[in-house]
Structures are given as structure tokens and as C-alpha cells.
């Protein structure tokens, strides 16, 4: 019987916060967002183990409470995401059998529930076919040239924004990555290395509640979704 296995790259530095600290050590609720992000995978009983992929140099991942489960082992990041998440399956191949999935989740995605996780992995075992959780698009889009004129009205009804977890057949996944940086190709998540690579990729509908620390109003949101979720594990 297959197994499923979590990836958490977490050796970015969250530019975008403009913080003094990478974003996935910032408090909510006065608990760093990593260790909100891994207590969630811990959580999950289908999930067998978790790696989390650092930076070497990192220090401030020894005060996370959860990386001291013996269920959770490290892994060294790379220059780009895509290094980062490779080294964490290379990490998980040494475990895992042939037939074992991988789930990828952004380290600053705190706000996942056991019950989505759960979810994921059964939609995903049972079809067979590697899964993105996604948000149906709700605005209107428009797709603009590098002078900010507006060129198309773009249909909505076919556009979704990714969002993690992602999860793939483990080997599968390790090959797409594999040659997208053979290739020289910039990866923005797991889907688009394996579509490229010729899998098939699934989507299933992902909670709003499933958002992702880019900025500092970010912070105040998940704060309020994490209240909301130790009150209703079903969100």
C-alpha cells in the first residue's frame, strides 16, 4: 500500500514583507507561521512524515517546536523553490516506496485543516492523477501589455489560482523537477513542472480560507482564520 508524504520548502526569505525576520517565522497568535504550517501536517494521520526544507545557514528553525518530531526531518534548500522542493523528495526518497505520493505546501500557508488535507488525499489516491488545490477565479481578468494597456478581457470561468497543497506520485514529481532545471525552465509551483513534463494534473476546489502570508495585511487575516479553525477543524 502507497504512502503520502509532505515537502515543506521553507528556505525563502519573504521579500515581499519587507520584514527583519523570513515571513514563515513570523508570530500569529503568538506562534511562528511554520510552526502553525507543520503542527496542520502532523495533524493529518494519513500523512507518514515531513520534510522540511531549509536554509543551511538558518538558525531560527531551532526554536520550531515541531521539528523535533520524530516524524519531521531536514532537508537543505537550494538557490530557487524548485532546488528547494527537489532536495526535499530526494530527502523522502531515501523513506519512500515507489508507489508513495508527496504532498507540497508552502511553508507560509498556515491556515490548512486536516479535514482539507484529508480531502486532497482521497480525491487524488482515489482517481489516480495528481491534484493542485485551487480557488475558482471571482474577478474579472485582464491580461495587459508591459505598458499597462489592457489587450483582452481574459474568460474567467476557465482561470483558477493554485494554491498548495499540491500532491504527485513522489518519482514522478522528482522527474518533472529534475529536468525543468536540466532545462533551465523557472518553475513557479509543482503543477507547472509537471504539466510540462506531459502528466496529467487535477484540480480540486480549495477552501478561501486557504491563504497564503505574502504581505503584512496577510498577517491579520490568517490570525482571524486560525481563531476561526481551532474552533471548527472541518474548515
Avoid at 508591459?146 to 506520485?169: C, G, S
Wanted: charged letters at 20%; one cysteine or more.
Amino acid at each position: 500500500m502507497s504512502s503520502v508524504w509532505a515537502v515543506v520548502p521553507a528556505a525563502g526569505s519573504g521579500r515581499r514583507m519587507a520584514a527583519e525576520v523570513p515571513k514563515q517565522y513570523l508570530k500569529l497568535n503568538g506562534v511562528p507561521i511554520l510552526e502553525h504550517t507543520l503542527r496542520a501536517l502532523l495533524a493529518c494521520p494519513d500523512i507518514r512524515g515531513v520534510v522540511v526544507v531549509l536554509d543551511p545557514s538558518d538558525r531560527r528553525a531551532d526554536a520550531i517546536a515541531s521539528l523535533a518530531d520524530p516524524r519531521v526531518s531536514r532537508a537543505a534548500g537550494g538557490a530557487e523553490r524548485a532546488d528547494s522542493v527537489l532536495a526535499g523528495l530526494q530527502a523522502v526518497a531515501t523513506e519512500a516506496g515507489a508507489e508513495d505520493w508527496v504532498l507540497v505546501h508552502d511553508a507560509a500557508r498556515p491556515c490548512i485543516s486536516v479535514g482539507v488535507l484529508r480531502s486532497l488525499i482521497s480525491s487524488c489516491t482515489a482517481a489516480g492523477v495528481g491534484t493542485v488545490m485551487a480557488q475558482a477565479s471571482v474577478d474579472t481578468l485582464k491580461r495587459v501589455s508591459e505598458d499597462n494597456r489592457v489587450l483582452e478581457t481574459l474568460d474567467r470561468q476557465v482561470i483558477w489560482r493554485a494554491q498548495t497543497p499540491q500532491m504527485f506520485k513522489l518519482l514522478e514529481l522528482m522527474s518533472a523537477l529534475s529536468t525543468a532545471l536540466i532545462d533551465d525552465i523557472a518553475i513557479t509551483d509543482e503543477s507547472m513542472a509537471m504539466e510540462l513534463a506531459g502528466y496529467p494534473v487535477s484540480i480540486l476546489e480549495g477552501p478561501s480560507t486557504n491563504i497564503k502570508i505574502t504581505l503584512p495585511a496577510d498577517l491579520e487575516m490568517a490570525e482571524i482564520i486560525l481563531r476561526r479553525l481551532s474552533g471548527d477543524s472541518k474548515l
